[in-house]
T-cell receptor, first 117, second 114 residues
Framework: AQSVTQPDIHITVSEGASLELRCNYSYGATPYLFWYVQSPGQGLQLLLKYFSGDTLVQGIKGFEAEFKRSQSSFNLRKPSVHWSDAAEYFC???????????????FGTGTQLKVEL | DTAVSQTPKYLVTQMGNDKSIKCEQN?????MYWYKQDSKKFLKIMFS???????INETVPNRFSPKSPDKAHLNLHINSLELGDSAVYFC?????????????FGEGSRLTVL
């Protein structure tokens, strides 16, 4: 079955510390992968996406993610976390890349990031 | 100028009532969606319209009826509301030149059914 898993429900880091949020996928081919962020009371915003090519992708707000086919992972990283990064982070997976079924994104269950000052 | 706007932002109603949520996007996108986010923050697609035509219809009770009067608007009408319908409903839009997964979300409409 096609799915995306975020093993960590909650993560707490100190401001200025590095961050890594985990995402694993299950799919028979190379998927399209995304990270979205949801600030409290807001909708989701795209941080970055991977389609093909360079496995290290850069996103907005200083985030990056690395696609590792051998580990079926697409982990999100940031070298130094700011208090404003506290939010819910969703990994997402596109089941039909380029297909006629529209953008049927499948989301992970989310990781809530808390930042200690 | 808000790209994807939903109204109302909050909705509290009794079981059995009928309610609607409206969504408008000014991005010129062809495709719009409704997603449901439950109390555990799980997001699931409900419907998708491409240029007013229904293209995704997930396993959703037929009490839920989307309607797209034009490609900039997608409304969601819910009949006979149940407690389990309590959730945050997100509207989103995208360009679909081939399916790129980049969705632009509204701020959500929090529905509480008492």
């Amino acid at each position: 079955a096609q799915s995306v898993t975020q093993p960590d429900i909650h993560i707490t880091v100190s401001e200025g510390a590095s961050l890594e949020l985990r995402c694993n996928y299950s799919y028979g081919a190379t998927p399209y992968l995304f990270w979205y962020v949801q600030s409290p009371g807001q909708g989701l915003q795209l941080l970055l996406k991977y389609f093909s090519g360079d496995t290290l992708v850069q996103g907005i707000k200083g985030f990056e993610a690395e696609f590792k086919r051998s580990q079926s992972s697409f982990n999100l990283r940031k070298p130094s976390v700011h208090w404003s990064d506290a939010a819910e982070y969703f990994c997402a997976f596109l089941a039909s890349p380029g297909g006629g079924g529209g953008n049927k994104l499948t989301f992970g269950t989310g990781t809530q990031l808390k930042v200690e000052l | 100028d808000t790209a994807v706007s939903q109204t109302p932002k909050y909705l509290v109603t009794q079981m059995g009532n009928d309610k609607s949520i409206k969504c408008e996007q000014n991005l010129g996108h062809d495709t719009m969606y409704w997603y449901k986010q439950d109390s555990k923050k799980f997001l699931k697609i409900m419907f998708s319209y491409n240029n007013k035509e229904l293209i995704i219809n997930e396993t959703v009770p037929n009490r839920f009826s989307p309607k797209s009067p034009d490609k900039a608007h997608l409304n969601l009408h819910i009949n006979s509301l149940e407690l389990g319908d309590s959730a945050v409903y997100f509207c989103a839009s995208s360009q679909v030149p081939g399916g790129t997964g980049e969705l632009f979300f509204g701020e959500g409409s929090r529905l509480t059914v008492l």
